[in-house]
């Protein structure tokens, strides 16, 4: 399998090269050329794999045996997934009939990123001892210096996947004050040598901004080999796609229905996922093209509602608040602008609508659609906005459809699904990002033929991405006036408590500016014994 730019103007990457460069040399985004259909008889025979065993049969149809021997991914994967804490990977829980919850979030920094980081952890140092292994004696050294700036989530799962890694440094810029307490604490207390925290006097954007400087700085940049983990690389949005197989084989087995037999095939899955960047959704997508049976997925937004609006309007327009910048909500891991991955939905959807016969995939369309979203990337960042034709959405709107949900939905939510008074309802603690997730599948329901299970055909599996201890005061607040809710008690998980008080290791900077962040790195760099 190669890969190919949404921007047209690369081809023929290999997955080591798409995964290990990140973005296209053209601005782009990594896309395999074709999308694999799954093998014939992919439902009996995975009908009782766990999730390592489908991870590396999913995985191993976009990565060719020649770039990673079967036998290495299967090695890769399950060091990936020895790290959570649930035999299952991403277990399901049942909430009522027809209605169920993924938990994303049982690997080490609690949320949904872990599935995707602890993978790109190890595929990383894979890549980098496999090319120094390539090197005469006493050739060069292959590393890896990973910056990154975070407003939580990205940086702890990022650290947790990249600590310990050999020849990669790991750099993850904060802003001061500015992150939860929980989570500031979950970077800080990682105190392996390659893990370096920056505390960045300034805001998310400073930090972004920094952070972009440094890769735009060639010198900087070729000294230190400077890599991405955001949730642009692909084989994050690749690692992605196992769970909603796992979660599509997973309820089947608790029903006790074959996965090959006619009743199966009678249901419909409907899966809705609180979203930002637009990554696990897009991950969602990939499977059902693939072939995994599915009915909708239901882009769940909070309050910076760019993809809502878009499947209303068919403008996809940057809208800045009246600060200009993106609104602060309960769900602050999808506070975002602009949806970085949805240049990849655009992509299919304008070669598809392009074509005769709806699918053809010809190089002369591949190269038109790549030449369309660079446009309208451009337009963009020019106007802010840019117009898609009715046609593409109709098309996007065969699977997707998208929710809005505001903060006080979210909080209404968390406390109706702790304080259910539905007798055939189990009583459970939503984290905010989830709540929208809930929240944006309960009016769908109720606003569409969709019967649920077992009433009707329906199935919906609500994806939670974040664990509520993360979220602590957001999930206090919508509980606090429950009678018996004890936040300790009821949510705090073991590994959270005393974590607050642990040793932490952190670099101040006193002014968002890059030579003084470059300054730092250097010098960090030169204490772990790396010379450049
Ligand atoms: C990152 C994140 C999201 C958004 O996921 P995208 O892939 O960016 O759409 C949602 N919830 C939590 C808790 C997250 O950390």
Not at 47 to 57: K, P, R
Not at 84 to 100: C, H, Q
Not at 228 to 236: D, F, K, L, Y
Not at 272 to 287: R, W
Request: charged share 25%; net charge negative.
């Amino acid at each position: 399998m190669q890969y190919r730019s949404t921007r047209g103007q690369a081809k023929n990457y290999s997955f080591e090269e798409a995964v290990m460069t990140g973005l296209g040399p053209d601005g782009g985004l990594f896309i395999p050329q074709e999308i694999p259909a799954l093998p014939a008889n992919w439902r009996q025979d995975w009908a009782q794999f766990s999730f390592q065993e489908l991870a590396v049969e999913i995985l191993s149809l976009f990565i060719d045996d020649s770039e990673i021997p079967r036998a290495e991914l299967a090695q890769l994967v399950e060091r990936s997934y020895a790290t959570f804490r649930s035999e299952d990977v991403t277990p399901l829980a049942k909430i009522r009939n027809g209605f169920y919850i993924l938990e994303l979030f049982h690997g080490p920094t609690f949320a949904f990123k872990d599935v995707a980081l602890q993978f790109v952890g190890n595929l990383f140092e894979y890549f980098l001892e496999r090319r120094n292994s390539r090197e005469p004696a006493g050739g060069k050294t292959h590393r890896l210096t990973v910056v990154g700036a975070t407003s939580g989530d990205t940086g702890s799962a990022a650290i947790y996947g990249l600590r310990n890694k050999k020849n990669v440094s790991v750099f993850i810029l904060h802003p001061n004050g500015r992150v939860s307490p929980i989570q500031e604490a979950q970077m800080t207390t990682v105190l392996d040598k390659n893990v370096h925290n920056l505390s960045v006097e300034g805001t998310f954007d400073d930090c972004q901004d920094i952070v972009k400087n440094l890769f735009g700085n060639k010198e900087f940049n070729n000294r230190h080999h400077l890599g991405a983990v955001n949730s642009i690389n692909w084989a994050r949005i690749l690692a992605q796609t196992v769970y909603y197989f796992q979660a599509y084989f997973s309820l089947l087995r608790s029903l006790d229905i074959d996965a090959a037999s006619p009743e199966a095939d009678a249901i419909k899955f409907d899966f809705s996922v609180p979203t930002g960047n637009f990554g696990d959704v897009l991950a969602g997508y990939y499977a059902y093209r693939m072939g995994l049976p599915t009915n909708k997925l239901l882009i769940a937004t909070n309050e910076n509602d760019i993809l809502y609006r878009f499947f209303k309007s068919h403008a996809y327009e940057k809208q800045t608040g009246a600060d200009g910048g993106v609104k602060a909500t309960l769900s602050p891991a999808m506070d975002i602008l602009v949806s970085s991955n949805f240049e990849r939905l655009l992509w299919y959807l304008v070669r598809e609508t392009e074509s005769d016969d709806g699918k053809s995939d010809s190089e002369e369309l591949c190269d038109k659609a790549g030449q369309t979203v660079n446009n309208w990337m451009q337009e963009l960042k020019e106007k802010g906005v840019f117009r898609v034709a009715d046609e593409a959405v109709l098309k996007a709107r065969e699977v997707f459809d998208a929710a809005r949900v505001t903060d006080v939905e979210t909080s209404a939510t968390i406390l109706s699904y702790y304080t259910t008074e539905n007798a055939d309802q189990c009583s459970y603690v939503l984290d905010p990002h989830t709540a929208v997730g809930v929240a944006a599948a309960d009016d769908y329901i109720q606003n569409t033929e969709i019967k649920t299970h077992p009433a009707g055909s329906d199935i919906f599996i609500c994806l939670a991405t974040a664990h509520p201890a993360k979220f602590s005061e957001a999930v206090e607040a919508a509980l606090k006036t429950t009678p018996g809710f004890n936040f300790a008690q009821d949510v705090l998980p073991e590994e959270f408590r005393g974590l607050l008080e642990k040793e932490r290791r952190v670099t101040h900077v006193e002014r968002a500016d890059p030579q003084l962040v470059m300054d730092v790195i250097e010098k960090e760099l030169r204490g772990e014994g790396i010379s450049f």
